[in-house]
């Protein structure tokens, strides 16, 4: 026992320091300390120039690489992803380079910058040109690319992941845009079977779009994804009616995608009466070349693995344990790649199998040893023969379900901020549904080379999976309680969760079963299953929020980092709430502001509901992410100022709201409520006079939180012509913070209007390396000179004030503090 512990620490010793070694190369490659010194020298020369360029890191570059998988079309633009091996420094303004390569060589006339240049890339080519060139674009050719280099977004708030290190942890450090597909000159093509491999690709994308999607545009997305995991053309509202279903993983090809294929091969062979080695050595290299040819995901690689490792096994006549073969593939899988074990599909993946291999069985030979007895003693009474096939047929998989579920969702209540128990019911639906899907989709390919015709009839059947796969997903709607977000719960929980669940496992099953006499293993498997359901209830139900709801007798509010927006949520003393704007620009159109930052926040906070949401105005950057808001808290109550009737955007979320009881309200100046004896005034705009054509920022609403000494300004985007207006109706108060308005923009922010509220805190939304030069110094200077201590969420990241009416207390999300008596 002490040998085996010793052996255990031993590994885990030394898979904690390759870890750190992969952690510190994917974070720091060398092409982001080239990044590094071409940013300094650039904004240097910008500097020495007289011109401004973004705060945050930010360079001008040509990039020279292999791509790693075809480029993809968003709504964004083309994506690609590069891995880059050779780099140039670009002046912006008149296009000088200097290229360097990995042996150190100048490619051009100019000096070289660095040497042994390496890394990921994930570039976006914008323009209508990406589109006609996308088929140029196949992984393992040649790209040379002017395109200007960031960091990826990241968002300093508490409860949001870092999306830059899960980029990092993926093999790619840095983001960029090129502005033309005509800028990305095609080098070189790559090797014979690279080629191939993307021929046959682009051949089964159009055989697929033709067969399947002649039926439906989304049922030929759905088959392209689950057939060779493309999933650039399923819509968002697919996606998210599958991951609330619980039913998204049969889309991505992994395990099951895998393990059809390889059924499929085990029935060819075996009606062909040919099961020897070399069946198993054949299907070994279809696996492989369809692994190839759907681009080598993680999750395709891992799958691959464990059938190859199956087959392998079987070609040597082996005959081992299944849960050594999965400790094989697990163990290769991580030494190939020590950071997998942070990827939450790593943990999904072998945590499902693990539960089907130990639990499952273990079911199954219980239920046959208990109708066996039953038959002894004539107490079974048989059943029809068709539903006895069916019930024998259904009970592997339930059991096989509800194991997954009960192993995994703490995982994805940490990782995901979701529980979902519809997948116990919706995959006896959905996993049909979908090997429909894959083996019509894989029969159009090659039928569509020899018969449109017949290529359409598969693609029917192809179509009826993928719909019946939506159509499943819709009966969550009819029992929505069954899926629910809730904050990640403390790790604390979830330790507990898995060590009771595995002394009660251990306690009735090898050595400790024979090794402990009854009443002991009872009493410990009792204790352990008491303490497994109380870790499951803190879970799901979360203890934070009774706390949160009862408040603890102070104001908070935290502006939140969501790049280049405004949204601060408002807790009160007694435990109201009230969030001011959702928005943020984010470099994707598919990223959802509201439920991939702004709700984080709030479920971290222990709120499952929020009593009202107001919204300054209609521009994107601050209500880009209502939509989410609203549909998952459900307010009480939704404000907005002066109306606007033609805004799309506004009008669809006040029918959101309407639809779903909740009250929508204009607020004008002189407006007021006492929220938890706090008052809410509202201090702009006044009533219009004439119907609003559009949004306008001076039509923004204008908060003002009072309680006791203390003053909240929240301005929005107002500008210098209102800004008299709204200084006049403010009184004065001993402690003031002020949101700057409009992100502190030159529009914004004049001297009278700083002097009359005099605040000594200030609080600027931006985000960073935005182009519109928020915030502008001067702006932050003039709050300065009159004594104000300024915070940015660009640099500081969520700032949260917390006051009790008498003193001010800051706090920002990077550590930054500051005391105001």
């Known amino acids: 026992m002490i040998f085996a512990a010793l052996v255990a620490v031993g590994f885990f010793a030394g898979g904690a320091l390759l870890a750190a070694d992969a952690w510190q190369r994917a974070w720091r490659p060398p092409l982001w300390t080239a990044f590094e010194q071409m940013a300094r020298v650039q904004r240097a020369q910008a500097e020495a120039d007289g011109r401004r360029l973004p705060e945050d890191d930010e360079a001008f570059a040509v990039v020279e690489g292999v791509l790693r998988s075809d480029a993809s079309l968003g709504a964004s633009g083309a994506s690609l992803s590069i891995d880059v091996d050779a780099m140039a420094e670009q002046d912006g303004r008149e296009g000088r380079q200097r290229q360097e390569r990995p042996n150190g060589r100048d490619a051009g006339s100019a000096t070289a910058v660095a040497e042994g240049i390496s890394g990921g890339v994930a570039v976006t080519v914008v323009g209508s040109l990406a589109a006609e060139r996308l088929g140029d674009w196949r992984a393992g050719r040649r790209v040379r690319v002017p395109v200007t280099l960031r960091r990826p977004s990241r968002y300093l708030d508490p409860g949001v ?73 399923l819509d968002e509202e697919v996606q998210q009616r599958l991951q609330e279903a619980g039913t998204y993983h049969v889309i991505a090809i992994s395990g099951g995608n895998i393990a059809i294929l390889a059924g499929l091969l085990l029935g060819a062979f075996r009606l062909a009466g040919w099961l020897g080695r070399t069946a198993m050595l054949s299907s070994i290299a279809v696996l492989l070349a369809y692994a190839t040819l759907v681009g080598h995901g993680a999750s395709v690689d891992r799958a691959t693995l464990m059938a190859v490792v199956y087959f392998g096994a079987r070609a040597a006549d082996l005959r081992s344990p299944p849960l050594n073969a999965l400790a094989l593939v697990a163990a290769m899988l991580v030494a190939a790649d020590p950071l997998s074990v942070a990827e939450p599909a790593f943990v999904l993946t072998f945590g499902a199998t693990l539960a089907i291999l130990t639990i499952v069985p273990a079911i199954t030979k219980t239920a046959a040893a208990e109708s066996a007895e039953a038959a002894k003693q004539k107490q079974y009474i048989s059943a029809p023969s068709a539903i006895s096939a069916l019930a024998s047929f259904l009970r592997p998989m339930f059991f096989a379900s509800v194991a997954a579920e ?140 009774l706390a949160a709801s009862r408040g603890d007798g102070r104001l908070h509010v935290t ?171 403010i009184p004065p108060a001993r402690l003031r913070v002020v949101k700057i308005p409009h992100h502190a923009s030159l529009t914004s922010s004049t001297p009278a209007f700083v002097a009359a509220l005099r605040p000594q805190v200030a609080i600027a939304s931006a985000g960073r390396a935005n182009h519109f030069g928020h915030p502008v110094p001067e702006i932050l200077d003039r709050y300065r000179s009159i004594g104000a201590e300024i915070f940015r969420t660009d640099q500081d990241g969520a700032v949260t004030l917390t006051t009790d009416g008498a003193s001010i207390e800051v706090h920002t999300f990077t550590g930054r503090t500051t005391f105001v008596p």
């Open 161 to 233: 992941p870092d999306h830059e290190r899960d980029l990092a942890r993926r093999g790619t450090r840095l983001v960029g845009t090129v502005k033309s597909g005509a800028l990305v000159e095609l080098l070189a093509r790559g090797g014979w079977f690279a080629e191939a491999m993307a021929a046959s690709r682009s051949v089964a994308r159009r055989a697929i779009a033709d067969g399947v999607g002649r039926w439906s545009t989304r049922s030929g997305a759905i088959v392209a994804a689950i057939v060779l995991g493309d999933r650039a053309g």
């Open 406 to 545: 009960a192993l995994l969702f703490p995982v994805g209540a940490l990782t995901f901020s979701r529980v979902t128990f519809a997948g116990l019911a919706l995959n006896f639906l959905a996993i049909p549904m979908m090997g429909v899907a894959q083996i019509a989709g894989m029969a159009v390919v090659p039928l569509a080379l020899v018969s449109r015709t017949l290529a359409a009839g598969a693609g029917w059947i192809a179509h009826v999976g993928a719909a019946g796969l939506v159509w499943s997903a819709e009966l969550v709607r009819f029992a929505p309680a069954l899926t629910y977000r809730v904050a990640p719960p403390p790790s604390i929980a979830v330790c507990l969760y898995y060590a009771a669940a595995a002394v009660c496992w251990l306690c009735t099953t090898g050595d400790a079963r024979s090794r402990l006499a009854w009443p002991h293993r009872r009493a410990i498997t009792r204790w352990g299953a008491g303490l497994a359901v109380a870790a499951a209830i803190w879970i799901l139900a979360d203890p934070r929020t």
């Open 559 to 729: 502006f939140l980092d969501v790049g280049q927006g405004d949204s601060a949520f408002v807790v009160f003393p007694h435990g109201s709430t009230l969030l001011v704007d959702a928005g943020g620009l984010s470099a994707s159109s598919s990223f959802d502001i509201g439920d991939r930052v702004v709700a984080p926040v709030l479920r971290g906070a222990g709120f499952r509901r929020i009593d009202y949401v107001a919204l300054t105005h209609g521009d994107p950057d601050h209500i880009g992410g209502a939509a989410s808001i609203v549909r998952e808290f459900r307010p009480r109550e939704v404000w907005e100022g002066i109306p606007v009737p033609r805004s799309d955007p506004l009008t669809r979320l006040r029918v959101a709201v309407q639809a779903g009881g909740a009250r929508w309200a204009n607020v004008y100046r002189g407006d007021r409520v006492a929220v938890d004896e706090v008052d809410v005034i509202a201090r702009h705009p006044a009533p219009a006079d004439w119907e609003r054509q559009k949004v306008r920022n001076d039509d923004s609403l204008v908060l003002e939180l009072r309680w006791r000494d203390v003053s909240v300004v929240l301005t929005g985007d107002i500008g210098r012509a209102v800004e008299p207006s709204v200084a006049s109706a």
